[in-house]
T-cell receptor, first 114, second 110 residues
Framework: NAGVTQTPKFRVLKTGQSMTLLCAQD?????MYWYRQDPGMGLRLIHY???????AKGEVPDGYNVSRLKKQNFLLGLESAAPSQTSVYFC?????????????FGPGTRLTVT | DAKTTQPTSMDCAEGRAANLPCNHS???????VYWYRQIHSQGPQYIIH???NNETNEMASLIITEDRKSSTLILPHATLRDTAVYYC???????????FGSGTQLTVLP
């Protein structure tokens, strides 16, 4: 049981390049989330999904797209990277049933856009 | 989800109890109070959660006031490894969107 994994762990992009961050969970969780965390700041929600085939916008969705084609995977895409998107990106998942809604986090992806 | 308010920072002496307050005056009846912490640049780590009753686990205790408008996370014997940012969140599964506030930077002093 690997929990929540993120690929890649580090990446450097040039302005205008595109990339996709992959989040995978093996806990059969329904809900998945993408956050960004800038230096010295708290986590801000980018997009989230409450089930396979569904996505929704969070607090800071501009410049990002997401897809949840399979229940275990949640992809975050940057179509045209900008220096303002330099950040650490965390993925998380929640079971989604009644009762305990403990959120499990991945180790993060550190992205630098030059 | 209800908005939560926490102090920006707190200090605690090693070996003493750390009491971290959280205000959630607009919490609704079906929202749980969750606590997480983030050590340095790692992913946040779940600590404890509760609805009405006080809760205790191997990491901490959670005290929720009777009116549920505030809560306190207690680390009974703080160690240097407990230095982290602690987040208090009010969340119900039906709301689905889970957002973090600014949290409290706890520094445990030797």
């Amino acid at each position: 049981n690997a929990g929540v994994t993120q690929t890649p762990k580090f990446r450097v992009l040039k302005t205008g390049q595109s990339m996709t961050l992959l989040c995978a969970q093996d806990m059969n969780h329904e809900y998945m989330y993408w956050y960004r965390q800038d230096p010295g700041m708290g986590l801000r929600l980018i997009h989230y999904s409450v089930g396979e085939g569904t996505t929704a916008k969070g607090e800071v969705p501009d410049g990002y797209n997401v897809s949840r084609l399979k229940k275990q995977n949640f992809l975050l895409g940057l179509e045209s990277a900008a220096p303002s998107q330099t950040s650490v990106y965390f993925c998380a998942s929640i079971w989604g049933g009644s009762g305990n809604h403990e959120q499990y986090f991945g180790p993060g992806t550190r992205l630098t856009v030059t | 989800d209800a908005k939560t308010t926490q102090p920006t920072s707190m200090d605690c002496a090693e070996g003493r109890a750390a009491n971290l307050p959280c205000n959630h005056s607009t919490i609704s009846g079906n929202e749980y109070v969750y606590w997480y912490r983030q050590i340095h640049s790692q992913g946040p780590q779940y600590i404890i959660h509760g609805l009405k009753n006080n809760e205790t686990n191997e990491m901490a205790s959670l005290i929720i006031t009777e009116d549920r408008k505030s809560s306190t996370l207690i680390l009974p014997h703080a160690t240097l490894r407990d230095t982290a940012v602690y987040y208090c969140i009010a969340f119900s599964g039906s709301a689905r969107q889970l957002t973090f506030g600014s949290g409290t930077q706890l520094t445990v002093l030797p």
